[in-house]
């Protein structure tokens, strides 16, 4: 398998999904894979391809949320000559160009109710009919099909085909996101930095300091593992020190003090509509946080800059916090009902580390 696509892991809520995958992949049956975006279901889709008996024929991937939904139905299906503007030549959907392999559907969830209404024909009867054709076309194809949605809600919402679900759904792959698999993380960081290090050149691989290790393990990763890959090659390449342990991480690399002023959050409004509205609810609520928090609220009568008075809260709230907690950050953001990931903008926001 390419170097650059290994599933690497060692926990146990991951190691029981790529063994599910693994026992599903030569039964010729379709298969969901469900995950948060970066946690690696496309490797999934490739491992179940690869363990089948249709190994050395196509695996063909189409994300269906990189299409319009007037396009979606055509690079499905196919189509022929004429069949709308634009269409000067016949061409064959995925489906054909699957034939006698795996055809890999990402994000499933946004398929539009006509397409949806094509693939449940095409899965029951083995079929496609191009767009602008009268006779269908016989194929051989299985279906692998990934989203990072609940379709069991989305068909309570009518906006997923419940019979489509069902046919669908022969075996469901949920791959953990990487805030679960804490003990993977260390090994992620350990194989990306290797292979960064590879293709800088260098000597030999210095590893992270017990601080930057710190750091990847506390952070929360909303990105996962493209996320975890994209910082750790980052650190890798800015390092400058090629034989000393890297010590800087940068999570997000948008960061920075000259950030252009379209880019800083938006103010709040100030006058119009329904800002006095707004305003008020936003005191209220930030004096009752400033209460719980035992600390010393600003006077709204006398309080003549409503911006600061609500930075001042918020930076307040968070020292109070990050002190009773002993500055344990993961502790802060649990006190104040907070994803680590939230609770790190808000000390960046303020200037708090």
Not at 13 to 27: G, K, N, Q, W
Not at 182 to 187: G, K, L, V
Not at 241 to 268: H, T, W
Request: hydrophobic share 45%; aromatic share 8%; charged share 25%.
């Amino acid at each position: 398998m390419d170097r650059a696509k290994q599933l690497v892991g060692q926990a146990s809520s991951f190691l029981d999904a790529v063994e599910r995958a693994s026992r599903a992949a030569p039964l010729d049956r379709p298969v969901l894979v469900i995950g948060e975006r970066g946690t690696g279901k496309e490797l999934i889709a490739e491992r179940l391809h690869h363990l089948s008996d249709r190994w050395d024929g196509p695996l063909i991937v189409l994300n269906c949320a990189a299409l319009p939904e007037t396009l979606i139905e055509a690079e499905l299906f196919g189509h022929e000559a004429g069949a709308f503007t634009g269409a000067t030549k016949a061409r064959a959907g995925r489906f054909e160009e699957a034939d006698g392999g795996t055809l890999f559907l990402d994000e499933l969830a946004t398929l539009s109710k006509p397409a949806q209404d094509r693939l449940l024909r095409a899965i029951e009867y083995g079929e496609v009919t191009r767009i602008g054709a009268s006779k269908p076309v016989r194929v051989d194809v299985r279906i692998v099909a990934a989203t990072n949605e609940h379709l069991p809600a989305l068909v309570e919402q009518h906006r997923f085909r419940a019979d489509l679900l069902d046919r669908l759904s022969f075996e469901v792959v949920t791959l953990p996101p990487l805030r679960h698999r804490e003990s993977d993380i260390a090994i992620l960081a350990d194989h990306f930095g290797r292979r960064m290090a590879l293709e800088l050149e260098w000597d030999s691989w210095p590893g992270f300091s017990r601080a930057a290790q710190e750091k990847l393990v506390e952070y929360e990763w909303p990105g996962n593992v493209r996320e975890l890959r994209n910082v750790v090659e980052r650190a890798v390449y800015r390092w400058a020190v090629a034989d000393a342990p890297i010590d800087d991480i940068q999570f997000d690399p948008f960061a920075s003090p000259f950030m252009p002023q379209g880019q800083a959050p938006a103010p709040l409004p100030l006058s119009g509509g329904a800002a006095p509205q707004a305003q008020g609810r936003a005191v209220a609520e930030v004096s009752e946080l400033v209460v719980q928090a035992g600390l010393t609220a600003y006077d709204p009568a006398s309080c003549a800059d409503f911006r600061l008075a609500i930075a001042e809260y918020e930076k307040a709230i968070l020292a109070s916090a990050l002190e009773k907690c002993r500055w344990n950050q993961r502790a802060a953001a649990k006190e104040l009902k907070l994803s680590y990931d939230q609770l790190r903008h808000a000390m960046r926001r303020h200037e708090m580390q």
